[in-house]
C-alpha cells in the first residue's frame, strides 16, 4: 500500500485569535504535540474568511475539517486534542454528557482571555511576537 508522505495530506485548519496571547501559547502547544501533523493554524485575521465566520471566529477558535466541517469553541478544541498524547481524553470528553461542562468552560476561557493572557503572560505583549501560522 503506497503511503501519502504527511507533508501532502490534506490538514485541519484551525482558526484562532492572532492579537491574543493566551491563544497564540495555546496554538504553540498545539502545533508542538500534533503527533500527526494534522492541524494547520492560522489567525483568523489573516485567513481569507466570510464576514459571518470572521465574526464568528473573534469569539472562538474555529476548526474547519479536511471534509468540510465547522467546528467552534469547546468542540473544535476537543476536536484538536484529539491528535495530542491527550487524545484518548479528548475524545471521551467528547461524549454528550461531557460537552455541556467543556462548552461553558470554553466560554468563560474565551470571555476572559484578555485577563488570563495579562494575568499569567505580563511580560508578553502582542507586538512582541510575530503570529504562529503554519
Not at 495530506?9 to 504535540?33: I, K, M, T, Y
Request: hydrophobic share 40%; glycine share 6%; net charge positive.
Amino acid at each position: 500500500m503506497l503511503k501519502v508522505p504527511t507533508s501532502l495530506q490534506p490538514r485541519h485548519l484551525v482558526l484562532w485569535d492572532g492579537d491574543c496571547g493566551f491563544c497564540r501559547r495555546s496554538v504553540e502547544w498545539l502545533a508542538a504535540n500534533d503527533r500527526r501533523h494534522a492541524l494547520e493554524f492560522k489567525p483568523y485575521q489573516d485567513a481569507n474568511l466570510a464576514p459571518t465566520l470572521k465574526e464568528a471566529c473573534s469569539h472562538a477558535v474555529h476548526v474547519i475539517t479536511t471534509d468540510g466541517q465547522v467546528l467552534s469553541g469547546g468542540r473544535a478544541m476537543l476536536f484538536c486534542g484529539q491528535f495530542t498524547r491527550w487524545g484518548g481524553w479528548a475524545r471521551i470528553a467528547q461524549w454528550p454528557i461531557f460537552m455541556p461542562f467543556i462548552n461553558v468552560g470554553y466560554k468563560f476561557i474565551a470571555r476572559n482571555r484578555n485577563w488570563i493572557s495579562n494575568f499569567f503572560f505580563t511580560r508578553e505583549r502582542p507586538e512582541q511576537y510575530e503570529r504562529v501560522t503554519e
